[in-house]
């Protein structure tokens, strides 16, 4: 049992590093594309005949990129680590240390909560303002629709696909998210068994 549980944590933290890598770089790519504006939460203002991105404050940005490579970081070294004990058959890893893995799994879930949060209502309510400003509230004035027109190549910005960008950023977001959750209880579950050893 203490082999499939070392096993699933190193494919959990494999996953945490992929996905964690995954939001950095669709919430960087984002923010590069608007030439360094944050546009999580970020109002559009209409001015004659065109329109003005306000940028929002940069934290909402680097918030869910900090987390992401934060997690890049942890789940590799962590992941070598369960890795080694893993190939160490004889120690079945009974000697782990699994306090602090345990701490910093639950502070990172919370964390990336925070995060998906910022990501998913900050990128919603932006396309809100697209929708209103830009097409006039029609049905059709989604951030997909909208990179897709002339209007959006010839705005101030690079004329990459912002929206694909952040619907693969939030689907990341959640599912590393998820991943935490499960790290965090397969930890405490192995701290169980440890102690009933």
């Known amino acids: 049992m203490a082999d499939f549980l070392l096993l699933a944590k190193v494919l959990l933290y ?16 984002t923010v590069g594309n608007f030439k360094g504006c944050c546009i999580f939460y970020a109002p559009i203002v209409p001015d004659i005949g ?18 992401g490579v934060a997690t890049m ?26 306090l602090p893995s345990l701490l910093l799994n639950g502070i990172l879930s919370f964390l990336t909560l925070v995060s998906g949060c910022i990501v998913s209502v900050g990128y919603s309510t932006f396309c809100d303002h697209v929708s209103d400003v830009i097409f ?13 027109t002339e209007g959006y190549q010839k705005s101030d910005n690079d004329g990459m696909p912002f929206a ?34």
């Open 50 to 67: 065109k329109y003005d991105i306000k940028c929002s404050s940069n934290t909402n940005c680097h918030f869910p990129l900090g987390i």
């Open 73 to 98: 970081l942890y789940g590799g070294i962590y992941g070598i680590y369960c890795v080694y004990t893993l190939l160490g058959r004889n120690r079945n890893g009974k000697d782990m240390v699994y």
């Open 164 to 197: 694909t960008f952040m619907t693969v950023g939030q689907i990341a977001v959640w599912a590393l998210f998820g991943v935490w959750v499960m790290l965090t209880g397969l930890t405490a579950l192995r701290m169980r068994m440890n102690a009933k050893e």
């Open 14 to 29: 494999a996953a945490a590093v992929a996905a964690g890598g995954t939001v950095a770089v669709t919430v960087g790519l």
């Open 136 to 148: 006039f509230g029609s049905r059709y004035g989604t951030c997909d629709y909208w990179q897709t």
